[in-house]
């Protein structure tokens, strides 16, 4: 017989009645006090396969879960009333500023930020972007990426003054009547300071009584259900520090301050640089599933910068700059199914660092954007981005955009391998309106490489990036390197497909010290393949202008539009301002000028420099996309 609960008869026969049986481990159990049989004494547990759901937990006010087992669901629960936000406006005339009514049980409120594509709405992806605030009115700063729509939500926050608690209300509810969610990775929380020169109690909470250090901060004991904010004035100094979802799912760490700011939206990074310095072999943070965001500060002198291992997590660094970090500067691991996201932007790497950035995917989805960044050139690879499966399917698709790398190894890298494993790996990442110049090695390197032995079953490592529009002049090696590797010594190497085959379209590749594109050997026939398939592109002034299958120099344009689904490239000088002086835009009169192909799956809206793509550039009355990362 199936055993009931809470009854004290022993219905299975089996020695042990199990009459209070807590599956979820949260300390309550499924009977009610008024059972025949509890063992606790307190509440029944409503749902006793969740451990964040039980009679003691908070009500979470946007996730349509009765939290805490009292029968009400988001704004219906007396936890929530009085926190939800109406009439959330610009004001009249602004584009910046924020507005809404007074939510009658609030102390303060939460903003958050999401971002609708291109492409249009697909799901929600708000997070907080700003805490605690104590008026009704906030300052957003940044615009969306070109082509792209921007969108607000806010909630009221009440804080329990004793315990520090923060209820985050409601953020309404969509089209179909749901609760929107709160966030998929960041939540407003609590707000704390940093200040090593601060006098006070060290408790974080205001300047006076700010801590002294960020990994101090990081471990604030207030709120840890919710994402942490943390302001930080001038240079503190130590490594390394951490944190980890098990005790705070986030952590955003804000520069910029003097010392005096109410509202985050008062600093100023370049009136008041904030530094955080490591003091040793690093990481100078190391967060394991959590997410964390960077915004408005330096990090320096150490042999790493930050590492995070991601189970649907997000690591952003924005409007940042990084300073003799000697190994890796930013560092994600996407190890889970629920993958993570990557968000790098108008961020300033100097030399020092092996990888500017690091991103690998051994299970799971890495989505995110790499944009506007300047790279002055690190030993192995500037961005480095990864799909190499380890226990589940990984996907890698980064939309790399308006970057510029200048020196150091190679320019870019987009990799897919496998070892010994039934799995698939994909790099299908979008690399658009990038500069890269003066590299050692290849400018951008697709690669693709499996080791196979005992496994059964298909396989496939794939690198088939979108490579458009990019300008990649001045460097020791390939333009474009496509290199596909394996080996194999099972049976049937022809289920293990290993795949290098970018589509390159309009992109300026030129000055390179090796070919303008250059392609491995492949065997067809058993799935070794390294095809790139080359439209619209500028080769001139390489070392040679094709090297096909790594043994056979094409001599002229022809002979490269004649490859498999080959057109329309050229070999002609694109007419750079000033490469003498690394100025790689085009004059009047390029002929790369209106030649973009408006036939290509995908592009950056905009140019290097920001400026929007197809432009009338040669006056003829009709816009059209420029080739390479300049728009005329």
């Known amino acids: 017989a199936t055993e009931i609960a809470c009854d ?41 396969t969740n451990g964040a759901v039980n009679p003691g937990a908070a009500e979470i006010c946007s996730d349509n879960i009765d939290n805490e087992c009292d029968t009400f669901v988001d704004a219906d629960d007396s936890d929530c009333s009085g926190l939800d936000v109406t009439n959330l406006v610009f004001q009249a005339g602004s584009t910046t500023t924020l507005q809404w009514n007074a939510a009658t049980s609030a102390d303060s409120y939460g903003l958050y930020r999401g971002e609708i594509p291109a492409g249009g709405w697909s799901s929600y992806n708000h997070q907080c972007r700003g805490t ?12 969306p990426e070109a082509g792209e729509a921007e969108y607000f939500l806010v909630a009221g926050l009440a804080e329990n003054a004793t315990s520090g608690a923060i209820t985050g209300g409601p953020l309404g509810q969509d089209s179909s009547g749901s609760s929107r969610p709160e966030a998929d990775a960041i939540t407003c929380g609590p707000r704390v300071y940093v200040d090593p020169d601060a006098a006070g109690a060290g408790n974080g909470l205001n300047w006076a009584d700010a801590y002294s250090s960020v990994s101090l901060a990081l471990g604030h004991n207030r709120a840890t259900d919710r994402g942490l904010e943390i302001w930080i004035k001038g240079t503190v100094t130590g490594d390394p520090s951490s944190l980890d979802g098990a005790n705070r799912p986030s952590a955003t760490l804000l520069g910029g301050f003097l010392g005096t700011e109410t509202d985050a939206w008062q ?30 500060l330096t990090i320096a002198n150490s042999g790493s910068g930050v590492q995070l291992s991601s189970a ?64 002055s050139g690190s030993s192995d690879a500037a961005i480095r981005l990864e799909s190499r499966p380890a226990t589940s399917d990984a996907t890698v698709s980064v939309r790399v955009e308006r970057n510029t790398i200048q020196g150091g190894g190679s320019g870019i890298v987009l990799g897919a391998h496998l070892s010994d494993a039934a799995l698939t790996a994909v790099e299908n ?8 110049y003066g590299v ?18 298909s396989a496939a490592a794939r690198a088939i990036p979108l490579l458009v529009g990019n300008t990649v002049s001045d460097g020791g090696d390939a333009g474009v390197m496509c290199s596909a590797s394996r080996t194999d010594t099972t049976a049937d190497p022809s289920a293990h497909r290993v795949e290098a ?30 095809d790139p398939l080359v439209i ?67 592009r950056s809206k905009t140019d290097i420099d920001g400026q929007a793509r197809e432009q009338d550039g040669n006056g003829d009355g009709t816009a059209a996309a420029d080739i390479g990362a300049d728009e005329r």
């Open 536 to 602: 619209g592109n500028i080769l001139f002034g390489n070392t040679s202008l094709y090297l096909d299958e790594g043994a056979t120099t094409l001599p002229t344009i022809t002979d490269v539009n004649a490859l498999a689904g080959a057109r329309d490239n050229l070999d002609t000088d694109p007419l750079y301002v000033d490469r003498g002086l690394n100025d790689f835009h085009i004059q009047a009169g390029s002929p790369a000028i209106d030649k973009g192909h408006p036939d290509v799956p995908g």
């Open 501 to 530: 085959a970018p589509e390159i379209w309009d992109n300026l590749l030129t000055f390179m010290g090796g070919p303008g594109i250059e392609e491995s050997a492949d065997d067809t026939a058993t799935n070794l393949l390294a």
């Open 312 to 375: 649907g997590d997000r690591l952003e660094v924005l409007s940042s700059g990084v300073e003799t970090i000697s190994g890796r500067a930013v560092d994600l691991s996407v190890d889970d199914p629920a993958g993570g996201v990557l968000v790098v932007r108008s961020t300033t790497f100097d030399t020092a660092s092996t990888e500017g950035i690091h991103a690998v995917a051994t299970a799971g989805q890495l989505t995110g954007l790499v944009a506007a960044n300047t790279f």
């Open 8 to 48: 004290n008869v022993d219905q299975a026969c089996d020695g042990s009645a199990n009459e209070a049986p807590d599956d979820d481990n949260d300390g309550y159990d499924q009977c009610d006090p008024s059972d025949p049989y509890d063992g606790d004494g307190l509440p029944v547990d409503c749902d006793d």
């Open 267 to 296: 600093r100023d990074p370049t009136a008041n640089p904030t530094r955080w310095e490591g003091t040793g072999a690093g990481p100078l943070l190391a967060v394991t599933r959590a997410s964390v965001v960077l915004d408005g």
């Open 429 to 436: 990442s979008l690399v658009s309106s990038n500069l890269v």
């Open 440 to 457: 050692t090695v290849d400018g951008i390197r697709v690669e693709a490489s499996g080791q196979f032995s005992t496994v059964s079953g």
């Open 132 to 143: 605690q605030i104590a008026g009704t009115t906030a300052e957003q700063a940044g615009t």
